[in-house]
């Protein structure tokens, strides 16, 4: 996520240092970027003049130091609460007094995380969704400590950016965006566990019926479409039947025990030992910006 995050800025016109432990992983984050700037210009989102200075603008380093005068720092290490705290308390050593902190993390609450930083009022998340460079959202949310300057501070940052970032306006695990997503994972997993139905017809299903509605109706619009008395009878009939497990199910323990992780490692739910990793990423990045392109056709692109 961060070299996708780094060029969002960048192309903005912003000046972007980039951090991590492994030189090598600087390399890729070039190659990446040139990629996927050679993509945007392939369907028109940015022209060559605007994509030529974008790497002039980003510095990589793997000290901490260097983002000493950094106005905001994101954070998007790994989805670990220790590596993270672990972080915050480095960078506390060197960020100004009016440095504004964030977080990409798509699950630990801030208020897991706010002491460490030293800031917990100049503190909030910036979650990005893959692929950040295509996806204009991004959750923004107001922790118990946050200050009200500090979300309106980040949520400019954002907008001046080019982005659709949405307020959060209390710290839940998950945000909001993944607190859906969860909701429909659980109920999808329960169904293919109890033999109700394949995982490749559930996902055939999901992604002709009602996935192509969501960005014309929403989930909550959608209901207002089709008849809140319609609503009301399918929740009284259906919501005391749906799976209400409180942690993973065992099918995906073991997947992750036995070392199957999905497309990374060739195997999850299904097969994808045949499956390039690289190219795989690329066809749907080009079907993203298909869809994407779509949608600005017919004016449903969020701004």
């Given at each position: 996520?961060?070299?996708?995050?780094?060029?969002?800025?960048?192309?903005?016109?912003?000046?972007?240092?980039?951090?991590?432990?492994?030189?090598?992983?600087?390399?890729?984050?070039?190659?990446?970027?040139?990629?996927?700037?050679?993509?945007?210009?392939?369907?028109?989102?940015?022209?060559?003049?605007?994509?030529?200075?974008?790497?002039?603008?980003?510095?990589?380093?793997?000290?901490?130091?260097?983002?000493g005068g950094a106005a905001l720092v994101i954070e998007a290490v790994?989805?670990?609460?220790?590596?993270?705290?672990?972080?915050?308390?480095?960078?506390?050593?060197?960020?100004?007094?009016?440095?504004?902190?964030?977080?990409?993390?798509?699950?630990?609450?801030?208020?897991?995380?706010?002491?460490?930083?030293?800031?917990?009022?100049?503190?909030?998340?910036?979650?990005?969704?893959?692929?950040?460079?295509?996806?204009?959202?991004?959750?923004?949310?107001?922790?118990?400590?946050?200050?009200?300057?500090?979300?309106?501070?980040?949520?400019?940052?954002?907008?001046?950016?080019?982005?659709?970032?949405?307020?959060?306006?209390?710290?839940?695990?998950?945000?909001?965006?993944?607190?859906?997503?969860?909701?429909?994972?659980?109920?999808?997993?329960?169904?293919?566990?109890?033999?109700v139905i394949s995982a490749e017809d559930l996902d055939e299903l999901?992604?002709?019926?009602?996935?192509?509605?969501?960005?014309?109706?929403?989930?909550?619009?959608?209901?207002?479409?089709?008849?809140?008395?319609?609503?009301?009878?399918g929740a009284d009939s259906v919501w005391p039947d749906l799976c209400?497990?409180?942690?993973?199910?065992?099918?995906?323990?073991?997947?992750?025990?036995?070392?199957?992780?999905?497309?990374?490692?060739?195997?999850?739910?299904?097969?994808?030992?045949?499956?390039?990793?690289?190219?795989?990423?690329?066809?749907?990045?080009?079907?993203?910006?298909?869809?994407?392109?779509?949608?600005?056709?017919?004016?449903?692109?969020?701004?």
């Open positions: 996520m961060g070299h996708g995050i780094a060029q969002v800025f960048a192309l903005a016109g912003h000046l972007v240092t980039v951090v991590d432990t492994e030189p090598a992983a600087f390399q890729a984050a070039r190659r990446k970027i040139t990629r996927n700037l050679e993509l945007m210009q392939e369907y028109a989102l940015v022209s060559e003049a605007q994509a030529a200075p974008v790497l002039e603008r980003i510095t990589f380093t793997t000290t901490l130091a260097q983002l790994t989805e670990s609460l220790d590596v993270k705290r672990a972080v915050y308390a480095e960078l506390a050593q060197h960020l100004e007094p009016g440095a504004l902190l964030a977080s990409n993390t798509s699950s630990i609450p801030i208020r897991a995380m706010a002491d460490a930083t030293g800031r917990p009022d100049r503190f909030t998340t910036t979650h990005f969704f893959r692929p950040a460079y295509l996806c204009p959202m991004v959750e923004v949310t107001k922790g118990e400590a946050t200050s009200e300057a500090t979300v309106e501070a980040v949520l400019a940052l954002l907008r001046g950016a080019g982005l659709r970032p949405v307020r959060i306006n209390q710290d839940l695990p998950g945000q909001v965006a993944n607190r859906l997503r969860q909701a429909l994972f659980r109920e999808a997993l329960d169904l293919v566990d109890r033999g999901a992604a002709f019926s009602f996935s192509p509605r969501m960005p014309l109706m929403g989930v909550i619009r959608d209901r207002d479409l089709a008849g809140l008395e319609i609503a009301l009878s209400n497990a409180d942690r993973g199910h065992q099918t995906l323990r073991d997947l992750v025990r036995g070392g199957h992780f999905g497309l990374k490692t060739g195997r999850g739910f299904l097969d994808w030992s045949q499956v390039d990793f690289a190219a795989h990423w690329e066809h749907l990045e080009r079907q993203q910006l298909e869809i994407y392109a779509a949608m600005r056709r017919i004016d449903l692109w969020p701004t």
